[in-house]
């Protein structure tokens, strides 16, 4: 038996819910329902705060390409181990390092959400947001051509072993596609509503539509993001949300059903601010440590490494990911490849590298990063 279903406050007729059928009257956007409540709008004051702080904290790094290659590599693992991808520190670095050499499958599918970010960041810094990405990234992730769900394929949420159904997203190709342009229309034009309650609205949206048949989670924690870029509370993909979101996974999970049932939307979206000032907040304090490293690094080299090896140029190198190897300098214009290898070498004897054998090439490791970015 179904349940009832309410869209909205007093006076509205309850509408029947049944999990086990497909969710076609998932209401448009903006909800028939108070958004930014007294309480949601004074958690989107400290939040934005945070995302200020986290803004101005981006200016610290000398080369911001150490935040958008390691911060998100981050981002990636834990969104993948909500989804049961699971894959280790040191694979997930090492394959980094090149993604065309072979890995095991979970490492593979991390690293490809990573590419997915980047690729999805440098379209929205080129145009408007379009619902189309979605397919572009979801595409990525799942490294085949995906388009959105267009027939009824009895897509459900639920235990299959158990043979029990939570829920069924909407189905058919016009009623996707409909609900899919209403989302966009949503972020992109409803500019009274705050950009954290409207992020916070349309990332539910998106899961209960469901619009493909698997990188439903992964695609939305990207547009989350991709969001916030677009809406210029951040500029680079460094907000770490899954973070949180795998912290507090059964709560996320309980309040995306409280929307569908009972449409609860202040709590999910003072949950979601939560997640979103949270986040910044460890993201900045990450960033900060970050550059207080580099800073005493800068300081190590400068005193212990020959002149002849030395240079800023070095020490950003070593700092934009926690893997290193002699290509690296060879493709910046450091040193070529029997001077990049005695660098490296020198940068492993005072103790900021350590170098492994990797088949035949010598992989250095920045072990101070790697805790920072860890920890």
Same mark, same amino acid.
């Given at each position: 038996?179904?349940?009832?279903?309410?869209?909205?406050?007093?006076?509205?007729?309850?509408?029947?819910?049944?999990?086990? &059928?497909?969710?076609?009257?998932?209401?448009?956007?903006?909800?028939?329902?108070?958004?930014?409540?007294?309480?949601?709008?004074?958690?989107?004051?400290?939040? $934005?705060?945070?995302?200020?702080?986290?803004?101005?904290?981006?200016?610290?790094?000398?080369?911001?390409?150490?935040?958008?290659?390691?911060?998100?590599?981050?981002?990636?693992?834990?969104?993948? &181990?909500?989804?049961?991808?699971?894959?280790?520190?040191?694979?997930?670095?090492?394959?980094?390092?090149?993604?065309?050499?072979?890995?095991?499958?979970?490492?593979?599918?991390?690293?490809?959400?990573?590419?997915?970010?980047?690729?999805? /960041?440098?379209?929205?810094? $080129?145009?408007? /947001?379009?619902? +189309?990405?979605?397919?572009?990234?979801?595409?990525?992730?799942?490294?085949?051509?995906?388009?959105?769900?267009?027939?009824?394929?009895?897509?459900?949420?639920?235990?299959?072993?158990?043979?029990? #159904? $939570?829920?069924?997203?909407?189905?058919?190709?016009?009623?996707?596609?409909?609900?899919?342009?209403?989302?966009?229309? /949503?972020?992109?034009?409803?500019?009274?509503?705050?950009?954290?309650?409207?992020?916070?609205?349309?990332?539910?949206?998106? +899961?209960?539509?469901?619009?493909?048949?698997?990188?439903?989670?992964?695609?939305?924690?990207?547009?989350?993001?991709?969001?916030?870029?677009?809406?210029?509370?951040?500029?680079?993909?460094?907000?770490?949300?899954?973070?949180?979101?795998?912290?507090?996974?059964?709560?996320?999970?309980?309040?995306?059903?409280?929307?569908?049932?009972?449409?609860?939307?202040?709590?999910?979206?003072?949950?979601?601010?939560?997640?979103?000032?949270?986040?910044?907040?460890?993201?900045?304090?990450?960033?900060?440590?970050?550059?207080?490293?580099?800073?005493?690094?800068?300081?190590?080299?400068?005193?212990?490494?020959?002149?002849?090896?030395?240079?800023?140029?070095?020490?950003?190198?070593?700092?934009?990911?926690?893997?290193?190897?002699?290509?690296?300098?060879?493709?910046?214009? #450091?040193?070529?490849?029997?001077?990049?290898?005695?660098?490296?070498?020198?940068?492993?004897?005072?103790?900021?590298?350590?170098?492994?054998?990797?088949?035949?090439?010598?992989?250095?490791?920045?072990?101070?990063?790697?805790?920072?970015?860890? &920890?």
């Amino acid at each position: 038996m179904g349940r009832q279903l309410w869209f909205a406050g007093a006076g509205v007729r309850p509408m029947t819910f049944n999990p086990a &059928e497909p969710h076609n009257d998932l209401p448009l956007l903006p909800p028939r329902a108070e958004l930014e409540t007294r309480a949601v709008l004074k958690k989107c004051v400290t939040a $934005t705060r945070a995302l200020a702080e986290l803004k101005g904290a981006g200016d610290l790094i000398p080369n911001q390409s150490m935040l958008i290659n390691a911060i998100p590599l981050q981002e990636a693992k834990l969104s993948s &181990e909500i989804e049961n991808i699971v894959t280790t520190q040191d694979a997930l670095f090492h394959a980094a390092l090149d993604e065309a050499r072979h890995t095991d499958p979970h490492t593979k599918e991390v690293l490809r959400y990573r590419t997915a970010l980047k690729r999805g /960041f440098e379209a929205v810094q $080129t145009g408007p /947001f379009q619902i +189309e990405l979605l397919e572009e990234i979801c595409s990525t992730l799942r490294d085949e051509t995906v388009k959105f769900r267009a027939e009824e394929d009895g897509v459900y949420i639920g235990n299959p072993a158990a043979r029990t #159904i $939570t829920y069924t997203p909407p189905d058919g190709g016009a009623v996707l596609q409909a609900k899919l342009r209403n989302l966009e229309a /949503f972020l992109m034009g409803a500019e009274d509503v705050d950009p954290l309650v409207r992020m916070a609205v349309a990332h539910y949206q998106f +899961e209960a539509i469901h619009p493909f048949t698997d990188g439903n989670g992964r695609t939305g924690r990207i547009l989350n993001i991709l969001f916030l870029v677009h809406a210029g509370l951040i500029r680079i993909p460094v907000l770490y949300l899954s973070r949180f979101l795998i912290q507090h996974k059964a709560e996320y999970y309980r309040l995306l059903r409280a929307v569908t049932e009972e449409a609860r939307w202040e709590e999910w979206n003072l949950f979601m601010l939560e997640a979103v000032e949270e986040t910044a907040n460890w993201t900045t304090s990450r960033i900060i440590a970050i550059r207080d490293l580099f800073d005493r690094t800068l300081a190590r080299c400068r005193s212990a490494l020959p002149a002849k090896v030395y240079s800023k140029e070095l020490v950003e190198l070593i700092f934009a990911e926690p893997y290193c190897k002699i290509q690296f300098l060879v493709e910046a214009g #450091i040193a070529q490849r029997q001077t990049a290898s005695e660098y490296l070498r020198e940068l492993a004897r005072i103790g900021i590298l350590t170098g492994e054998k990797r088949g035949r090439e010598v992989i250095y490791k920045h072990p101070a990063l790697l805790r920072v970015l860890t &920890e």
